[in-house]
């Protein structure tokens, strides 16, 4: 009888294995049919740099209003091929979050130094090497009063990533990249 080998990580978990080219062409979640696809607009595109292990924002949106850098408060798509293999949110400006995700370094990872998602991500989009585009939704700051004075304030996107992914929940077809339960 053989004995099962348990991996010398002590953080292994299900985010050690990567996404991977075949996993995609399964995909079955296209941008074009997406249900909330009107309220995404193109954002910028994230190039995969093997050599430095991150991921560096390219091509963004002239936009004045989708600036990478300033805007915070979005949920975001990534979509490779015109499939949607994530959704996110941030209260952050995006490329802080980017930021993020290249602390999922291999050795800060193996150090259990970085968060599973950010490490499960990076991985994946370097190992498989393609350009990502990025689409984005920006809530509408609201009303509110606060301590008898009425002010703009920005909604947590929080709220609106959690209302798509049960909407495409409901529908059977999570984000490959989608690994929180």
Same mark, same amino acid.
């Given at each position: 009888?053989?004995?099962?080998?348990?991996? #010398?990580?002590?953080?292994?978990?299900?985010?050690?294995?990567?996404?991977?080219?075949?996993?995609?062409?399964?995909?079955?979640?296209?941008?074009?049919?997406?249900?909330?696809?009107?309220?995404?607009?193109? +954002?910028?595109?994230?190039?995969?740099?093997?050599?430095? !292990?991150?991921?560096?924002? $390219?091509?963004?949106?002239? #936009?004045?209003?989708?600036?990478?850098?300033?805007?915070?408060?979005? @949920?975001?798509?990534?979509?490779?091929? &015109?499939?949607?293999?994530?959704? &996110?949110? =941030?209260? =952050? *400006?995006? @490329?802080?979050? %980017?930021?993020?995700?290249?602390? &999922?370094? =291999?050795?800060?990872?193996?150090?259990?130094?970085?968060?599973?998602?950010?490490?499960?991500?990076?991985?994946?989009?370097?190992?498989?090497?393609?350009?990502?585009?990025?689409?984005?939704?920006?809530?509408?700051? !609201?009303?509110?009063? $606060?301590?008898?004075?009425?002010?703009?304030?920005? *909604?947590? *996107?929080?709220?609106?990533?959690?209302?798509?992914? #049960?909407?495409?929940?409901?529908?059977?077809?999570? *984000? %490959? +990249?989608?690994?929180?339960?």
């Amino acid at each position: 009888m053989t004995k099962k080998k348990h991996s #010398a990580n002590k953080y292994s978990n299900r985010n050690e294995n990567f996404v991977t080219s075949e996993e995609i062409e399964k995909v079955d979640l296209y941008l074009e049919n997406f249900q909330y696809r009107d309220y995404f607009s193109f +954002l910028c595109k994230l190039r995969p740099n093997q050599k430095d !292990e991150k991921l560096e924002v $390219i091509d963004e949106t002239d #936009a004045d209003d989708f600036n990478v850098d300033k805007r915070s408060g979005l @949920v975001y798509l990534f979509v490779l091929d &015109g499939k949607i293999l994530k959704v &996110g949110s =941030t209260i =952050t *400006p995006f @490329v802080k979050r %980017v930021q993020s995700y290249n602390t &999922g370094k =291999t050795r800060y990872r193996i150090a259990g130094k970085n968060s599973t998602t950010n490490y499960f991500c990076l991985q994946s989009f370097l190992k498989l090497g393609k350009v990502i585009d990025v689409y984005a939704f920006f809530p509408e700051t !609201e009303a509110a009063d $606060i301590f008898g004075t009425v002010m703009d304030v920005e *909604p947590n *996107p929080k709220h609106w990533e959690r209302k798509i992914l #049960a909407a495409l929940a409901e529908e059977g077809r999570k *984000p %490959v +990249l989608c690994t929180q339960r």
